[in-house]
């Protein structure tokens, strides 16, 4: 689709792909494309008197509060804090392969060297740190 859109949105290329099209056929492009874009700008107006309606309630609202003394704080409102992302959890497991050690956790998918091990008839209890 993204190939469509780059032959669509440049001028050149644009031309060079419908020059097989007959003149009946572009008339018929361009009112298929145009009813999109009155649709498309159809809905933008829609979608700007709905925000236009949101803000004057929120201001109406606002105004009614102002009139009997409240404010935002006075509704409890609470700002959700940001979590703390944990401490990575700490290796469970340890082999060496290559020279190389390999740790894991015992959390997730089990490494493939792990799992080879497994399978050969070893316990992971040797692996254990």
Same mark, same amino acid.
């Given at each position: 689709?993204?190939?469509?859109?780059e032959i669509?949105?440049?001028?050149?290329?644009?031309? /060079?792909? *419908?020059?097989? %099209? @007959?003149?009946?056929?572009?008339? @018929?492009?361009? !009112?298929?494309?145009?009813?999109?874009? *009155?649709?498309?700008?159809? !809905?933008?107006?829609?979608? !700007?008197a %709905? $925000?236009?309606?949101?803000?004057?309630?929120?201001?109406?609202?606002? $105004? $009614?509060?102002?009139?009997?003394?409240?404010?935002?704080?006075? %509704?409890?409102? *609470?700002? /959700?804090?940001?979590?703390?992302?944990?401490?990575?959890?700490?290796?469970?497991?340890?082999? !060496?392969?290559?020279?190389?050690?390999?740790?894991?956790?015992? $959390?997730?998918?089990?490494?493939?060297?792990?799992?080879?091990?497994?399978?050969?008839?070893?316990?992971?209890?040797?692996?254990?740190?």
């Open positions: 689709m993204n190939e469509f859109l669509l949105t440049h001028g050149r290329r644009f031309k /060079a792909a *419908v020059k097989e %099209l @007959s003149v009946e056929e572009l008339k @018929s492009l361009a !009112e298929k494309l145009e009813k999109i874009i *009155v649709e498309r700008d159809a !809905e933008a107006k829609e979608e !700007e %709905l $925000q236009a309606a949101r803000i004057a309630k929120i201001e109406e609202i606002r $105004q $009614q509060m102002e009139s009997v003394g409240l404010s935002v704080e006075d %509704l409890g409102v *609470v700002v /959700a804090k940001p979590t703390k992302k944990r401490a990575p959890r700490p290796a469970k497991y340890q082999i !060496e392969v290559d020279g190389e050690m390999v740790t894991w956790t015992g $959390q997730g998918r089990m490494p493939t060297v792990f799992k080879n091990e497994v399978d050969n008839g070893r316990s992971m209890d040797d692996f254990l740190i």
